[in-house]
């Protein structure tokens, strides 16, 4: 059995279709799961409860966590140390190996302008210390012995089941509205963004790879990072629109902050839009001769999907 908790969001549905690859034997774990697969084991829970994550993992060979909370520093702080020590324990108990979809926010400053998996944790939020606190203890369980683990990292993403998506949100949401895409800080600089089949698959590969565990990976992306003028620009040339960008700076986010609360909640992640931001899969690409989509496939698979 392999078994994803959390599997109602954009990642959990693409590692659900790459699972198919491996098995037929998936449990899919969420409040209200869904069939991706016509074999799929649907089971209802509510993951901030120890009790239903022990129960949910019982007879699993694999977990993958994809779990995605509100974007909220206060909600963060409250339930992420909690779910992963629930788990962690839940994955030792049962013998259960662990795959965490994790993002880059444990590495902070300017170590985003090259991120590889020997990147230092070091955390420049505080959103990104919840999930330093998270990495290290996936990271100290598996130093002990208590389980086999892997950490699979992902930049910002987006696909073709939109989720909680900034490039879709500043690019796609605004373009398809007949408005000027939006950008934060600097659109000059790379910013690398991932695709959601890609990430899928990648951990898909990662959990079915023995001795790809007890290691931190960074999932498979396209090794070019088009600036936030490129990216705009790429989308706009797919949908018709107008390519334009209107550039919001980081004493816009705090302001407009006050008003709006995801804006409020991005200004202290504004290091990953004001310099380079590039996510290195070299590693990756290289063990599992793995070519991801091309950032121009990726925006023309998306908008085509979401027509």
């Known amino acids: 059995m392999q078994t994803i908790l959390g599997a109602g969001g954009a990642i959990g549905i693409d590692l659900a279709k790459a699972l198919t690859a491996y098995t037929t034997d998936i449990r899919l774990v969420c409040r209200n799961p869904k069939a991706i697969n016509p074999t799929d084991q649907l089971f209802p829970a509510d993951l901030n409860d120890s009790a239903q994550i022990d129960r ?10 994809t779990v995605g909370f509100d974007y909220n520093t206060k909600l963060w702080q409250e339930r992420w140390p909690k779910l992963i020590r629930n788990v962690v324990a839940a994955c030792a108990k049962h013998k259960a190996k662990l795959v965490f979809f994790d993002n880059v926010y444990a590495i902070g400053g300017d170590n985003v302008q090259h991120i590889t998996e020997s990147s230092p944790i070091s955390p420049s939020s505080k959103k990104g210390d919840v999930r330093a606190l998270v990495d290290r203890h996936i990271l100290e369980a598996v130093e002990k012995g208590l389980i086999s683990a892997i950490i699979a990292r992902s930049p ?70 088009p600036t936030g003028e490129e990216w705009i620009k790429l989308f ?72």
Request: proline share 6%.
């Open 156 to 225: 910002d993403f987006f696909g073709p089941v939109k989720g909680n998506s900034l490039t879709m949100n500043l690019i796609y949401d605004n373009l398809i509205k007949g408005k000027t895409a939006q950008w934060f800080c600097n659109a000059k600089v790379p910013h690398t963004t991932g695709y959601t089949p890609d990430l899928g698959k990648g951990t898909a590969i990662l959990g079915n790879t023995p001795d790809a565990f007890n290691a931190i990976w960074n999932l498979p992306v396209d090794n070019q990072a």
């Open 56 to 65: 949910a993992v019982a007879g699993s060979e694999v977990c993958y966590l």
């Open 236 to 307: 706009a040339q797919e949908m018709n629109a107008k390519d334009g960008c209107q550039t919001l700076p980081g004493w816009g986010m705090w302001v407009l902050g006050l008003f709006v609360p995801i804006l409020k909640e991005m200004y202290e992640m504004r290091y990953q839009y004001d310099r380079p931001y590039y996510f290195d899969s070299a590693k990756f690409r290289t063990r599992f001769n793995y070519t991801p989509t091309t950032n121009a496939e990726a925006v023309r698979e998306t908008v085509k999907a979401l027509r």
